[in-house]
């Protein structure tokens, strides 16, 4: 699958977004998939992941204030972001992969299928 992400965007500290990432060229069934995040001069991050059929896992940073959620009819994954704060300001990437074990899901190598990148921006 091809995969391509969209809804970044310029938000207000205490705002929201939601990211949307639609798959192409095949079903994202089957598929665990996961948002990541890189800031200028950084590394990228781990966000959130789902592995299939439904096992989410957040970085500490956003529990309580992302949800990650997936359309298997639509062939998308979503991201919630709400209580945006300046530290989440980065180049979001959607990724997937068919066969990522539970104690890999935060590193980005072991996501083979990636979508551009969307930019989020969060003003003080």
């Known amino acids: 699958v091809q995969l391509q992400a969209s809804g970044g965007g310029l938000v207000q500290a205490g705002g929201s977004l939601r990211l949307s990432c639609r798959a192409s060229?095949?079903?994202?069934?089957?598929?665990?998939t996961a948002w990541f995040r890189q800031a200028p001069g950084k590394e990228r991050e781990f966000v959130v992941s789902?592995?299939?059929?439904?096992?989410?896992s957040y970085a500490d940073s956003v529990k309580g204030r992302f949800t990650i959620s997936r359309d298997n009819a639509e062939n998308t994954v979503y991201l919630q972001m709400n209580s945006l704060k300046p530290e989440d300001t980065a180049v979001y990437y959607c990724?997937?992969?068919?066969?990522?074990?539970?104690?890999?899901?935060?590193?980005?190598?072991?996501?083979?299928?990636w979508g551009r990148g969307t930019q989020v921006t969060v003003s003080s």
């Open positions: 990724a997937a992969d068919r066969s990522v074990i539970s104690s890999s899901t935060r590193v980005p190598n072991a996501w083979g299928t």
């Open positions: 789902v592995r299939w059929p439904g096992s989410t």
């Open positions: 060229g095949g079903t994202i069934r089957g598929y665990s």
